[in-house]
């Protein structure tokens, strides 16, 4: 009975262990224009580094903390989920850095999302 309250306890432990350090990207959009646009499919929104030289309109600034480099593209589809509602055409990210965190790496992230002016 014993060994196997240890056993449960090892079992339990090591799983919040993986927890731990499995953490999750944590997105913050914070919407920053007046009024409210049509909300866009997501497959359409554009991920990109670099501001467009096409006309826009900034939408909501982003911001993405604990962002396992082994989920890009994870990520990416996360961004555009949450930029979708507001209307967007791409995401923009601006500034981008590498946290380490014990025994894991984890990447940040901020940029706006912007709808393209016509």
């Known amino acids: 009975m014993v060994m196997r309250q240890v056993r449960y306890s090892c ?48 939408l909501a600034t982003i911001a993405v903390y604990k ?19 507001l209307g967007a055409n791409a995401v923009v990210l601006l500034n981008s850095g590498i946290n380490t965190d014990g025994y894991a790496t984890y990447l940040w992230a901020t940029g706006v999302a912007i709808r393209y002016k016509d």
Request: hydrophobic share 40%.
């Open 11 to 58: 079992i339990l432990a090591s799983l919040g262990i993986l927890l731990l350090l499995c953490g999750c990207a944590n997105i913050s959009v914070t919407k920053t224009a007046q009024g409210y646009l049509e909300p866009t499919k997501p497959d359409t929104i554009d991920i990109l580094t670099m501001k467009p030289e096409r006309p826009f309109q900034e």
């Open 67 to 85: 962002w396992n480099p082994k989920n890009t593209a994870k990520l990416h589809n996360a961004l555009r989920a949450k930029s979708a509602p």
